[in-house]
């Protein structure tokens, strides 16, 4: 029997900017929602993308496997933008009458956007952790070759999506692969004639036809390089409700016993059948009999008997119902698979936001010891410019000083002139010139002056 795998192939996406939640910002207060984003919807989404995709933070490089483009996936992107819409920006610009309207590199222009993603990242996995939980390393590294088939399948299914970089990653449960690209609108009527189109390439009735497309190609490829005629198993829209954690116990043992008794179940599935049908049999018959005389055409049957086989219908009966509910629970544990497989994935998903969310938080934390470092500077600039005018304010009385003493005691002239020229030219101010021609004034600035007279006061209220 054909163990059958499970397919997906998710597109990440900002549910903020769905019709829904923007109806739902409109009644809170920050008019803002807070669903899931998994989008790369600009430079700083693709620097988090970048760390997660090829593990910059842990050097594990050993489980990863870059099956398109390079290790430097923000390189790749920036590349691909330049040798996709370079031709097209400059041809728009020259048509610009206006400096302000021109685009002076579309990477950033799409980045600083909030219409447009910068780049549009797949995942696909093929098999769920169930399938590779007792797969050795051996095993599972063949899922490269399959991968990269996925790769070119993509572009030859969507020629409008251009990969930049495909990432594999084998340090999970299940092997999966990143795939990061741009999905391009050609002969655009407004705008430059290139442009990135995420709305207009994905939509919901491509993304139907992507996936049974995918899905297809995919087993295929895994069935060539596994020597293998596996099947896929059938696309589930979700599962019908959710699954505590307490009910998850003894899942894995409960589906492997389930395994070894599937042949048994289905022939004696066809066997309660086929009793089903005769027991309905003789119980009309035996309805039907009537006391009679014995002769060569009847047989009497003596209601000892007639209890015995109606007790024996009523056995195969029940029979019947326990195998049924067997089946039962054979589908409930098909269900209950897919549920796991979705909570697995969905705890992928929000393990990878969490990583973007303490990549935030790094961020945040550098900007903060940054903003330290230059208060630091800045008090120690404050503190250097306080000391330099203390020097000058020592020197500036060393200076009146100077000029009090040549004109009250000494009536130097020249002293006297060179004072009168500084006041008229507002070098020396009222208190400066009152100063400098007083003996009895001592040598003081305004600020000093007035912090004795609010001195003054105080004392005189004592």
């Known amino acids: 029997m054909n163990e059958a795998l499970a397919y997906s192939i998710h597109l990440g996406s900002d549910k903020n900017r769905t019709l829904k939640a923007k109806e739902i910002a409109k009644n809170n207060p ?30 594990r490089r050993d489980l990863i496997r870059v099956v398109y483009g390079t290790n430097n996936l923000y390189n790749d992107v920036q590349r691909l933008y330049f040798q996709e819409f370079e031709q097209s920006r400059l041809e728009y610009n020259a048509k610009q009458t206006r400096e302000d309207r021109k685009i002076k590199n579309y990477f950033n222009h ?56 495909a990432v594999i990653h084998f340090d999970e449960t299940s092997p999966h692969m990143h795939l990061i690209g741009l999905p391009i609108s050609d002969n655009n009527k407004r705008g430059m004639k290139k442009q990135v189109a ?15 497309e995918m899905r297809k190609r995919c087993i295929k490829s895994f069935n060539k390089y596994y020597e293998q005629t596996a099947e896929l198993k059938k696309k589930q829209k979700g599962r019908n409700q959710d699954i505590s954690v307490k009910d998850m116990n003894g899942y894995k043992d409960f589906k492997k016993q389930l395994k070894k008794n599937e042949q048994r179940l289905a022939k004696a599935n ?65 269900d209950f698979e897919y549920s796991t497989n979705e909570i697995e994935r969905e705890n992928r998903s929000l393990k990878y936001q969490l990583e973007q969310k303490d990549d935030e938080i790094n961020e945040l934390k550098c900007t903060i010891k940054e903003k330290d470092e230059e208060i630091n500077e800045l008090n120690a600039d404050k503190e250097e410019l306080k000391g330099q005018l203390h020097k000058f304010k020592e020197f500036w009385r060393s200076l009146l000083k100077r000029f009090q003493e040549m004109i009250g005691f000494h009536n130097d002239e020249k002293y006297k002139y060179v004072s009168d020229d500084l006041y008229k030219n507002g070098i020396f101010d009222d208190n400066d010139n009152e100063i400098v021609n007083d003996l009895d004034r001592k040598v003081k600035t305004k600020e000093e002056i007035k912090e004795d007279k609010i001195k003054k006061k105080k004392y005189e209220r004592f």
């Open 198 to 212: 995420k709305s207009k390439i994905f939509t919901k009735e491509s993304l139907t036809r992507i996936q049974d």
């Open 30 to 59: 920050s008019e803002t929602t807070s669903f899931s984003n998994n989008a790369i919807q600009n430079k700083a989404g693709l620097s988090k993308a970048n760390k997660h995709n090829l593990r910059d933070y842990n050097n």
């Open 110 to 165: 799409i980045s600083d956007s909030k219409l447009w993603d910068l780049a549009c990242e797949f995942i696909i996995e093929l098999g769920d952790m169930d399938y590779w939980n007792d797969k050795d390393m051996n095993y599972r590294i063949k899922m490269v070759d399959v991968y990269k088939e996925q790769v070119e399948d993509l572009m030859k299914v969507v020629p409008q999506f251009k990969v930049a970089n």
């Open 270 to 334: 066809l066997q309660t059948e086929n009793l089903d049908n005769a027991s309905k049999d003789i119980t009309k018959i035996l309805d039907n009999l009537k006391p009679t005389l014995m002769n060569k055409n009847n047989m009497v049957i003596s209601s000892e008997n007639v209890q015995r086989i109606k007790n024996f219908t009523k056995d195969v009966k029940d029979t019947n119902k326990t195998i049924r509910s067997v089946k039962d629970l054979e589908l409930a544990i098909k």
